[in-house]
């Protein structure tokens, strides 16, 4: 596979972790800019890792990734899309909603804007591609996608207000949603 095929196969994985970083970018939690490092490179380092399994994996667990992905990335987005809505209308029952740039929360995150990396490193696997240039790329990819996400989406956070955080909500629900869709209709 050549290199460009592989940069528009980074960039098309790299959208999710985009568009959550654009969604984390606007809530009320706003990140700094060492947490919006942290979180982007979270975002690359699980995107490259999860690829780097799949090509690992093989073809022994390709049935069952192909089963359950599309749930588990539904369930982790929805979850954290619900809090985040909750809390830009005022609804959640912490007095501070949980930073999406740390602990368990950036893990969720981490694993649900990763989990189709994995079948494209099992597909990468069939059909022979170099694997460390492929996981070096959706890793770098990732990492500025999800850094200018989260500037992006912290300027307009920064002007709209909470409102912007129901609409994050809104948009980690819709790709959660996006997702299960597109592997049920498939």
Excluded: C
Excluded at 26 to 54: C, E, I, K, N, V
Excluded at 91 to 97: F, Y
Excluded at 99 to 115: C, K, N, Q, Y
Excluded at 160 to 178: A, D, F, H, Q, Y
């Amino acid at each position: 596979m050549d290199i460009l095929t592989t940069v528009f196969i980074a960039f098309g994985l790299a959208m999710d972790a985009f568009a959550v970083s654009l969604g984390v970018g606007t809530g009320s939690t706003r990140p700094d800019r060492r947490s919006m490092y942290r979180l982007a490179f979270h975002f690359g380092l699980f995107q490259g890792l999860m690829t780097l399994l799949g090509w690992l994996a093989g073809s022994t667990i390709s049935q069952w990734i192909a089963s359950v992905d599309h749930w588990i990335a539904f369930g982790l987005l929805f979850f954290v899309g619900i809090n985040m809505i909750r809390s830009g209308f005022g609804g959640s029952s912490e007095k501070h909603p949980a930073d999406p740039t740390r602990g368990g929360m950036m893990v969720m995150l981490s694993v649900a804007t990763s989990i189709d990396a994995a079948a494209v490193g099992l597909s990468l696997a069939f059909i022979e591609t170099p694997i460390w240039r492929a996981v070096t790329l959706i890793t770098i990819i990732t990492f500025g996608l999800s850094l200018f996400g989260l500037v992006f989406g912290r300027k307009l956070g920064e002007k709209l207000g909470s409102r912007m955080e129901v609409v994050g909500g809104l948009v980690l629900v819709g790709i959660g949603i996006r997702i299960l869709v597109e592997h049920l209709g498939a």
